[in-house]
């Protein structure tokens, strides 16, 4: 397994992989802007690479851009197709190389790749391949996806329960990127591993105060990336963020990595976003309580200054 980390790596990545198909490639696209990615497909096309394209029926605001590609990519030679409309979103992001997969927390966009935190994941394992050329081609198709393979993580199939699974199996240390962790389930789970005594950081927000967790913002970097680390040995990166609808009601993608060393890249880069991240400001009503406070110690001022003021004797009329 390799490990692409954002925005260190750039581009290149992807474009050294298409750059050396030989047979095919399956591509799965939400938002695209790349035109050095769309000129190396069309490259591609040209020295004889079958290239199948999958392209969401919607984004939020970019329709008309994926419209267009569609037709720039039939232009270039490429097969293309849209995903259905039976979910919100088709929200998952991956790569079929030949014998190679690639899944992505970014898309293919510069603001992704140059100016986000994300990581992506390379990966020649036969069985993940093969599960995800299956989930690949049931979109294709619009036909069911029935999963069999359970470190390949699809939304709404088998997120809840893969990833539920693998926060519980949390024994010393959980570090989270997630914009927003809000699903009510994950967060008892998560209050259950604090209870037992993990330490657990999240890198984003999550929507309700648990004792013991802290969380934090990137002060430098949009954050475009649903990653974790357990205990320093497991990981997953995927697009789905341990929010109801997506793990419920979006097609959203990911993977889970036991391979010690990736996991281990991911937690160093974690310690160091960590490291210069910034505390989340205090809620309402925490700054309420602040601000009680501070009004009861003006009161205090004051009735000390009243205290402290000489007492001037006044001499009666004789």
Avoid at 59 to 75: I, M, T
Avoid at 211 to 236: C, I
Avoid at 296 to 315: L, N, Q
Wanted: net charge positive.
């Amino acid at each position: 397994m390799k490990l692409i980390i954002q925005p260190d790596d750039g581009v290149t990545p992807l474009l050294k992989a298409v750059r050396r198909a030989k047979k095919s490639i399956d591509i799965v696209v939400f938002r695209f802007d790349r035109p050095e990615i769309e000129k190396a497909l069309q490259a591609a096309v040209a020295r004889g690479v079958v290239i199948r394209a999958l392209i969401a029926h919607t984004n939020r605001g970019g329709e008309k851009n994926l419209r267009k590609l569609e037709l720039r990519l039939l232009q270039g030679g490429i097969t293309v197709a849209r995903t259905a409309d039976d979910l919100p979103r088709y929200h998952g992001k991956l790569m079929l190389v030949d014998d190679t997969l690639h899944v992505f927390g970014f898309n293919y966009t510069k603001l992704d790749i140059e100016k986000s935190r994300s990581f992506g994941i390379v990966t020649r394992d036969r069985k993940l391949v093969r599960e995800a050329c299956a989930l690949f081609e049931a979109d294709r198709t619009r036909q069911p996806y029935s999963p069999i393979h359970n470190r390949l993580v699809v939304s709404p199939e088998t997120s809840r329960e893969l990833l539920t699974a693998f926060v519980r199996g949390t024994k010393k240390q959980l570090l989270i990127y997630d914009d927003k962790v809000s699903d009510n389930l994950v967060q008892r789970v998560l209050q259950d591993r604090i209870r037992a005594g993990v330490e657990i950081r999240v890198i984003g927000k999550i929507e309700k105060t648990l004792t013991g967790v802290e969380a934090r913002k990137l002060p430098d970097l949009r954050l475009h990336v649903r990653a974790m680390v357990r205990d320093g040995t497991s990981a997953f990166i995927g697009s789905q963020s341990l929010r109801k609808l997506e793990l419920d009601g979006r097609r959203e993608v990911g993977v889970i990595i036991n391979d010690t060393r990736v996991a281990k890249k991911i937690q160093a880069v974690f310690e160091t976003d960590w490291a210069h991240a910034a505390p989340p400001k205090a809620a309402p009503e925490k700054e309420k309580d602040k601000e009680k406070d501070k009004d009861k110690e003006k009161a205090k001022e004051k009735v000390k200054a009243k205290s402290d003021v000489p007492t001037v004797a006044v001499a009666g009329a004789g």
